[in-house]
């Protein structure tokens, strides 16, 4: 089984300011890892993700994340963030081989302010 | 737009009554999942269907029953419905059986049970 740990429940950053999203994840298995998130009044759309690979992955909006194996972290980064980046996101992991199902993270509200 | 499709997208009933939540999947997607976002319990995963057959389950109360229907699309039932299932209802769904990770969320169904 896996779980997902996102340190910080709201996170407000000034525009323009870098941010940092915290996500770590504990398992048994080898796994691939997401961040989705989710605009106000919408469903969730995935940002990014790890499958394999290089451990610094790129997402849309300009938003990176690094898988770290050592300390079972991928934390989510943003170098400068804009109003529109306001959103709730979610980190997610899913167990790799045979069938595990999709473990999402209690959310981070980010609160950018002009 | 995600290409997943809810309804209806607000419903309010009152406690004891049953609502059945419909979803469409993305064209050519045969899995669908149902999770339920509250605002003390974040994203919790209810349960998944794959091509017609139950595949997974979450925290699903044995009040809720799902099913998916040959042309794919899924219906969530809630009955006896009490206070606390006020919450959004989210469906997604996937090409495969999940090992991608990639979900496809709708907008959800925000359910106000008064």
């Known amino acids: 089984a896996q779980s997902v740990t996102q340190l910080d429940s709201q996170v407000p950053v000034f525009e323009e300011a870098p941010v940092e999203l915290r996500c770590n994840y504990s398992?048994?298995?080898?796994?691939?890892l997401f961040w989705y998130v989710q605009y106000p009044n919408q469903g969730l759309q995935l940002l990014l993700k790890?499958?394999?690979?290089?451990?610094l992955v790129k997402g849309i909006n300009g938003f990176e994340a690094e898988f770290n194996k050592s300390q079972t972290s991928f934390h989510l980064r943003k170098p400068s963030v804009h109003i529109s980046d306001t959103a709730e996101y979610f980190c997610a992991v899913l167990g790799s081989g045979g069938y595990q199902k999709v473990t999402f993270g209690i959310g981070t509200k980010l609160q950018v302010i002009p | 737009d995600s290409g997943v499709t809810q309804t209806p997208k607000h419903l309010i009933t009152a406690t004891g009554q049953r609502v059945t939540l419909r979803c469409s999947p993305r064209?050519?997607?045969?899995?669908v999942y149902w999770y339920q976002q509250s605002l003390d319990q974040g994203l919790q995963f209810l349960i998944q269907?794959?091509?017609?057959?139950?595949?997974a389950k979450g925290n699903i109360l044995e009040r809720f029953s799902a099913q998916q229907f040959p042309d794919l699309h899924s219906e969530l039932n809630l009955s006896s419905l009490e206070l606390g299932d006020s919450a959004l209802y989210f469906c997604?769904?996937?090409?495969?059986?999940?090992?991608?990770?990639?979900?496809?969320f709708g907008e959800g169904s925000r359910l106000t049970v008064l």
């Open positions: 790890y499958l394999s690979g290089s451990t």
């Open positions: 269907y794959y091509n017609g057959e139950e595949r």
């Open positions: 064209s050519g997607d045969l899995s």
């Open positions: 398992s048994s298995v080898s796994v691939y």
């Open positions: 997604a769904s996937s090409v495969a059986s999940g090992n991608t990770g990639e979900l496809f």
